[in-house]
């Protein structure tokens, strides 16, 4: 009986130690997995660079001692450029870093965790997202999917795009061929703008023989890269389309569920970091950008008309109303976004919009 209970009293302990051990042995395992990208090689931001996705991972991998090691793959290297919302899905690969407006099709919300046209600026953005209903309604939206999303990158307002004529009146828009994504390409499209959907990579082309009219990408830095001041001399400053641009993290729910909590953690704060490092970026490069393409390209750099600009806020309204109206969780996304933004700009309006007009 004595022996009996000796084994049992030691077999106990053995169970008890051995606990600890396996979740120290989990929490050890290493993981290699596979990030997707929408743009092609060598993209400033968007592909090398600070704050960009592989600096993403290079910063997964130095936090983590190694055992989280995310291999890149730029557009066309594994996949087609706006593939990646169905590899991470079908969980081809583990992750894919884009922008949720190229998902409008298959989830109408998404758009509106990229940017809303006369929306949010960063600053209100990023606090929606990680103090306000913004990430939790991201991952509630992608859960029946199987994904989960966080914030990974913002270029900050974006440049209303390149035209080859001037736009002086609304009129001056119906008929244009424009490569433009998200809200703001339905927005167009009810001005009788024939909207196109390109990667980047195949926007200066299409602009240079005329299979488009106008072309939206980024900013000065990134357009200038692109040479779209080759194809097109009429530059529009005003970014009511993008005022901001979120880059977003994409992640299959089964592999990051297997993931230990403290790889978790680190993913969150080298995606966090590379949202802050990825505009502070931004904001550098492009002055002097765009002073060269003025200075040294014949480059027109100027505001949308008055008039054309209130004519797009008010379809701007009209647009997003119709879309929260067609589609319950577009609703749910809507309001949220709008209460906050409503919210935010009663504090902007005594801070930074003071602050800018001194």
Not at 66 to 90: N, S, T, W, Y
Not at 114 to 132: D, E, K, R, S
């Amino acid at each position: 009986m004595t022996l009996s209970r000796r084994h049992l009293v030691a077999g106990s302990a053995g169970l008890a130690l051995a606990a600890p051990a396996l979740v120290r042995a989990r929490s050890r395992s290493a993981f290699t997995w596979r990030m997707t990208n929408a743009y092609g090689p060598g993209s400033p931001f968007y592909v090398q660079g600070p704050g960009s996705p592989t600096d993403f991972c290079k910063k997964v991998e130095e936090m983590s001692g190694g055992r989280l090691k995310i291999q890149h793959f730029a557009a066309g290297e594994l996949i087609p450029a706006l593939e990646g919302f169905d590899a991470v899905a079908k969980g081809m690969v583990e992750m894919n870093a884009a922008n949720a407006y190229f998902w409008a099709g298959k989830v109408p919300a998404a758009q509106y965790f990229t940017t809303v046209p006369f929306g949010m600026n960063t600053q209100g953005m990023n606090a929606w997202l990680y103090h306000g209903d913004g990430l939790k309604l991201w991952h509630e939206l992608y859960a029946p999917l199987g994904l989960i999303a966080f914030p990974m990158g913002n270029t900050g307002v974006q440049m209303t795009g390149w035209f080859r004529k001037p736009i002086n009146s609304v009129a001056d828009l119906n008929g244009l061929k424009m490569r433009i994504p998200g809200l703001a390409g339905k927005v167009y499209a009810s001005l009788g703008v024939a909207v196109r959907l390109l990667p980047g990579g195949e926007i200066f082309p299409a602009l240079e023989r005329g299979v488009i009219d106008a072309a939206e990408f980024v900013g000065p830095f990134q357009d200038r890269r692109l040479g779209l001041h080759r194809a097109a001399k009429f530059y529009y400053t005003t970014g009511w389309h993008e005022p901001t641009n979120v880059t977003e993290l994409l992640i299959n729910k089964k592999a990051w569920d297997s993931l230990p909590k403290d790889l978790q953690a680190i993913v969150q704060a080298a995606a966090q970091a590379c949202n802050n490092e990825s505009l502070a970026w931004c904001e550098a490069v492009n002055a002097d950008a765009l002073a060269d393409l003025v200075a040294n390209h014949g480059v027109r750099a100027a505001p949308l008309p008055p008039d054309v600009v209130a004519r797009l806020k008010e379809v701007t309204a009209d647009t997003l109303e119709a879309g929260a109206k067609a589609d319950p969780a577009t609703r749910k996304v809507h309001d949220a976004f709008m209460a906050f933004r409503k919210k935010h700009e009663s504090w902007a309006a005594v801070s930074e919009k003071t602050f800018l007009f001194l």
